[in-house]
């Protein structure tokens, strides 16, 4: 029977068939790597979103459903590529989500934001 191979150094893995590293420090060596190589992908996606969010909050206000000029969240570098969701509504509109808010395209100029309130 053939042994399996570590992961992270290449080394035969003695014990349980499924056994996948030849020991702890490995098993802790290739798992820092993997966290290590997504953390900055995932660390800008969530600087984008979370500024994004910034941005809604700021001009909404306390209100809760505000329209705007796409040329003013442009300006303020609002990135409309980046959400954490959508939703079609019953007549087939999107609502491209971000957290706790909502924004839909009104018109080609008109930006309906609308924030949930919990």
């Keep these: 029977m ?16 499924d056994k996948k590293f030849c020991s702890i420090l490995c098993k802790n ?15 800008t996606i969530d600087d984008i979103l979370h500024r994004n969010r910034i941005i809604l909050s700021t001009l909404m206000g306390d209100s809760r459903k505000e329209t705007f000029d796409r040329m003013l969240l442009l300006k303020a570098k609002f990135r409309f590529d980046f959400h954490t969701g ?7 509109k999107t609502y491209w989500l971000i957290y706790d808010y909502a924004w839909m395209e009104f018109s080609d100029q008109k930006i309906l934001v609308i924030r949930k309130m919990y």
């Design 2 to 17: 053939l042994a399996n191979k570590c992961l992270h150094c290449g080394k035969p893995v003695k014990g349980r068939t």
């Design 29 to 43: 060596n290739f798992n820092y790597e993997q966290r290590t190589r997504t953390k900055s992908d995932v660390k």
């Design 86 to 92: 959508h939703y079609l509504n019953k007549e087939g």
